[in-house]
């Protein structure tokens, strides 16, 4: 991991362990998770947003003053409001994203809860999904939440990534696998 990344990820685990044990003493965590998931799907949203919050040319003050519109105006908790406003002080609003992550990860934790980001060549239906999550949870013991997307590149199967454990079951890999054996032998 390159520097600047390891320094980002510290400040944003600083922050995102004093939100959610102020969040816990409070009994506050659900806010802090739709807070948590306001602030993702904004950042998603608005690329302005985004550049805004990682632009060295705009000045603190600047950065606070529309933080603190963009926190009144999504209705987010004082918890998160007065945290985004102490980040835009200090200008370490560029972690915000990293912020999110943890906090989100921390609060499924919390709730006993897993994320599993899983790619399929095609839609998964709500069958598949059901059976897929609970084979996941029966593997690992918590809740498994899933995040799909869709690669039609694989041409079959999926690839799941559930915390540090990468399962590859995709057509694509096969034919790789294969390819690669091939390579060896002749």
């Known amino acids: ?46 690329p302005e947003l985004s550049e805004m919050i990682a632009s ?37 609003l560029f972690v915000v994203p990293q912020l999110v992550a943890n906090l989100k990860m921390r609060i499924a934790d919390e709730k006993g809860e897993m994320t599993a980001d899983v790619v399929a060549a095609s839609a998964l239906s709500a069958a598949q999904s059901k059976k897929l999550a609970a084979t996941l949870k029966a ?25 540090s454990v990468m399962i590859d079951t995709s057509v694509k890999s096969k034919l790789a696998a294969l390819q690669n054996a091939m390579k060896e032998v002749g």
């Open 1 to 46: 991991m390159s520097e600047p990344a390891s320094i980002s990820l510290g400040i944003a685990s600083r922050y995102a362990q004093a939100m959610f044990e102020l969040a816990k003493d409070e009994n506050a965590v659900a806010s802090l998770e739709a807070d948590a998931n306001a602030i993702e799907a904004a950042l998603k949203a608005s």
């Open 56 to 92: 060295p040319i705009v000045g603190r003050d600047e950065q606070a003053a529309a933080i603190a519109a963009i926190a009144a105006k999504m209705g987010l908790s004082a918890l998160s409001a007065n945290t985004l406003a102490l980040m835009a002080s200090k200008r370490r």
């Open 139 to 163: 593997s690992v013991g918590k809740d498994v939440k899933l995040n799909t997307s869709v690669d039609e590149s694989l041409i079959g199967g999926l690839i799941v990534k559930l915390g």
